[in-house]
């Protein structure tokens, strides 16, 4: 799961297969930055060792249900066994009491995570992506210690728990060398930024045809729901039912980012630091479309924003 501030956290939380149309292409030649990750039921196939600097991670879900890809810089000394060990229980227990209505026990147990989760930096990662298709996003990476995470929810568990004690989630650990890869920093064709103030703000109109999107976090803050801000694109496909749509978007809710979605998603760019700007390609045709933050009450944040991409002559 996501970082939080403890203090914030118990602040907040006492008031409180699809065809690929739109997705980049997943047969170009491998270059130099390029890391491919393929989602098979739940777990990731992905390299261990990777080298560092602007990094596209091209991801393929290969799965029956929606996943998304949180990349997570980890503290020194702690990697996936850790956060299997130390994490993903808590969480897992934290939900379960909060779905049966124990707040106080809930409070309770998310106190049992550890110090160090405090320290994890989230770096974005490709955002929600339909079954079937292939999205992509490009971030800087320095050389460390990271995982990559879906907690996107099954019959009311996180993919990045297991219940079985011998057998990791859908959390993947790989190291990020010295060594950097020269791959170059994206150049964008649509800007987003996105902020506490001004929810999600686009620059222009998308057109028809491939688009590398750039999304700059003006800052970053810690929502009802213990995240932080992100991005993720839907195809709307008919008119939609926004509320519905928004309780889906938020993991501490019953239904909560829980399979089967209710829209066809398309992918994003997962939640960053504040200053920092990451990128994601998308294959735009005419239509409509929403931006939808990770977040409760979206809409009225400014964080669920509809758009139509015209026809190329348009």
Not at 10 to 25: E, G, I, M, Q, R
């Amino acid at each position: 799961m996501k970082r939080i501030g403890f203090a914030t956290f118990v602040t907040a939380l006492a008031v409180a297969c699809v065809p690929s149309d739109n997705s980049p292409s997943s047969s170009e030649p491998d270059t130099p930055g390029v890391v491919t990750v393929v989602a098979r039921g739940l777990m990731f196939d992905a390299p261990d060792v990777i080298p560092s600097g602007w990094t596209t991670f091209r991801f393929r879900n290969e799965s029956p249900v929606v996943h998304f890809i949180v990349v997570e810089k980890m503290p020194a000394g702690h990697g996936v066994e850790a956060h299997q060990a130390e994490v993903a229980p808590v969480f897992q227990d934290g939900l379960n009491l909060l779905v049966a209505g124990q707040v106080d026990s809930a409070l309770q147990r998310f106190g049992d995570l550890p110090a160090w989760f405090s320290e994890i930096v989230f770096l974005g990662g490709p955002g929600l992506t339909a079954s079937g298709r292939t999205s992509q996003a490009t971030v800087y990476l320095e050389p460390g210690t990271y995982l990559l995470e879906c907690y996107v929810k099954t019959d009311g568990v996180f993919h990045s728990f297991n219940p079985d004690p011998d057998t990791y989630g859908m959390v993947h650990q790989f190291t990020v060398t010295e060594e950097p890869s020269g791959a170059a920093e994206p150049s964008a064709t649509v800007r987003i930024e996105i902020s506490a103030a001004g929810g999600i703000v686009m620059e222009g109109t998308p057109q028809p045809g491939k688009q590398t999107v750039a999304v700059h976090f003006i800052d970053q803050t810690v929502h009802e729901n213990f995240v932080g801000s992100d991005v993720h694109l839907v195809r709307v496909t008919q008119e939609p039912d926004l509320e519905a749509l928004e309780r889906w978007m938020d993991w501490s809710q019953p239904g909560g980012l829980q399979t089967p979605a209710p829209a066809i998603f398309l992918g994003g760019l997962n939640e960053m630091p504040a200053g920092r700007t990451g990128y994601f390609t998308v294959v735009l045709e005419p239509g409509d479309y929403a931006w939808i933050s990770e977040v409760p009450g979206s809409l009225e944040k400014g964080m669920l924003k509809r758009f139509h991409v015209p026809e190329g002559d348009d």
